[in-house]
Nanobody, 129 residues
Framework: QARLEEFGGGLVQAGDSLRLTCTVPGRSFNTYVMGWFRQAPGKERDFVAATEYIGTYKYRAHYSDAVMGRFTITRGVPTNRMSLEMNNLEVEDTAVYYC???????????????????WGQGTQVTVSA
């Protein structure tokens, strides 16, 4: 089972920026869909953003309405690394952020946790007012 690792969480103030990184040691995920989900206390795990593989080292980004225009997801190839640049953070962005991946991109269901086979352990992001 592939192991995803997240880095970069922390405590910031509203309006600040933070960058999360996900790596997949020892395995190539270049053609996989990779994305970010987040889970706030007492809530379900929600889709944040994803990168869809569309050709050699080419990816299409998808975002939730909540983060569109503030967050940017990128893939680093062939480093097998994915990043989430989070700008203008809001208190409502506070959550544990999870990296996820799957061999296939489900265009009808990519926003659902069930569409991803591989998961990281999560990294805490806390935004104070």
């Amino acid at each position: 089972q592939a192991r995803l690792e997240e880095f970069g969480g922390g405590l910031v103030q509203a309006g600040d920026s933070l960058r999360l990184t996900c790596t997949v040691p020892g395995r190539s995920f270049n053609t996989y869909v990779m994305g970010w989900f987040r889970q706030a206390p007492g809530k379900e795990r929600d889709f944040v953003a994803a990168t869809e593989y569309i050709g050699t080292y080419k990816y299409r980004a998808h975002y939730s309405d909540a983060v569109m225009g503030r967050f940017t997801i990128t893939r680093g190839v062939p480093t097998n690394r994915m990043s989430l640049e989070m700008n203008n953070l809001e208190v409502e962005d506070t959550a544990v952020y999870y990296c996820a991946a799957d061999e296939k991109f489900d265009e009808n269901d990519y926003r659902s946790v069930r569409s991803y086979t591989y998961w990281g352990q999560g990294t805490q992001v806390t935004v104070s007012a």
